[in-house]
C-alpha cells in the first residue's frame, strides 16, 4: 500500500537525524576543538541516541519510524514492507538527508565545511585505516541495532512504550563506542546526505554494504527465530 503520510514522515524524521547529529559534531569542533575528547564523543552520542528515540515517539505510529534505509531493507526482506513502500521510504529518507545537510550548509557554512558537514571519514587510526576492519565494525553494530528494533518496537511480548527509549539507547551506545572507530554511520542515508552535499564520497560504499548487510542478518535471525514464533502463538 503506498502511504504518503509515511512518507512524509520518514523524511521528517530523517531531516531531524541528519540535522541534530550533524550538527552536534559541528559544535563540538566548535567548543572541544577538532580532536575527539571524552566530551566530544559524549556530545555527539546525546545527540544521536536523543533525536532517533524522539522521532520514534514522535513518528512510529505513523511509518514505524525507520529512518534508514538498512532498517527498512530489513523490515522488506521479512516482509514486513511491501516492496513499493520500502522503495519509498528509502527515498523520503534520502530527500531528508540531503535537506538537512544542505540545511546546515546554509547556516554554518564555513564551520559545516570543516567537517563535511558530518560525513564519516572512514576507519580511523584505532583501525590502522583499514577497510574490512571499518565493515566488520559497521555491519556488527548494525546487527545489534536491528536485534534491538525487532525485540522492542516488533515482537509481540515486548514491554511496550519502552522501544523508542531502547532503540536511542542503542543508538547513543553504537555512537559512543564506534564515532572513534569509523565515525559511526550505521545508516546509509546519514551518510550520503552530508556526502553529497559535501563532496566527500571516500569509504562510501562501506557506509552502505556494511549496514545493510548486518541489518539483514539480523533481521533474518529475529524474525524467524523469535517474532515469528510468538505471532503463530497469537
Given at each position: ?47 544521536h541516541g536523543g533525536i532517533i528515540a524522539l522521532m520514534i515517539y514522535a513518528f512510529g505510529h505513523i511509518s514505524g519510524a525507520h529512518i534508514n ?152 535471525i529475529m524474525n524467524y527465530v523469535y517474532v515469528k514464533k510468538v505471532e503463530k502463538e497469537a
Amino acid at each position: 500500500m503506498v502511504n504518503p503520510r509515511a512518507y512524509l514522515a520518514e523524511a521528517i524524521a530523517t531531516f531531524a537525524l541528519v540535522f541534530f547529529g550533524p550538527l552536534s559534531i559541528i559544535l563540538t569542533v566548535s567548543a572541544f576543538g577538532e580532536g575527539l575528547t571524552t566530551q566530544s564523543v559524549l556530545f555527539i552520542a546525546l545527540a544521536h541516541g536523543g533525536i532517533i528515540a524522539l522521532m520514534i515517539y514522535a513518528f512510529g505510529h505513523i511509518s514505524g519510524a525507520h529512518i534508514n534505509p538498512a532498517v527498512t531493507i530489513s523490515m522488506m526482506i521479512t516482509k514486513r514492507i511491501g516492496i513499493t513502500d520500502g522503495v519509498g521510504y528509502i527515498g523520503s529518507q534520502l530527500i531528508g538527508a540531503v535537506a538537512a545537510a544542505a540545511t546546515l550548509k546554509v547556516i554554518l557554512p564555513e564551520l559545516g565545511a570543516k567537517v563535511n558537514f558530518g560525513t564519516q571519514g572512514g576507519p580511523s587510526e584505532l583501525l590502522n585505516k583499514s577497510i574490512s576492519s571499518g565493515f566488520a565494525v559497521e555491519a556488527i553494530l548494525t546487527f545489534f541495532l536491528v536485534v534491538v528494533i525487532f525485540m522492542t518496537a516488533i515482537h509481540k511480548k515486548a514491554s511496550p512504550g519502552w522501544h523508542g527509549f531502547t532503540i536511542g539507547g542503542m543508538v547513543f551506545l553504537i555512537h559512543l563506542i564506534a564515532v572513534p572507530l569509523t565515525g559511526a554511520s550505521v545508516n546509509p542515508a546519514r551518510t550520503f546526505g552530508p556526502a553529497l552535499i559535501s563532496g566527500f564520497w571516500d569509504y562510501h560504499l562501506m557506509y552502505w554494504a556494511a549496514p545493510i548487510l548486518g541489518g539483514i542478518i539480523a533481521a533474518l535471525i529475529m524474525n524467524y527465530v523469535y517474532v515469528k514464533k510468538v505471532e503463530k502463538e497469537a
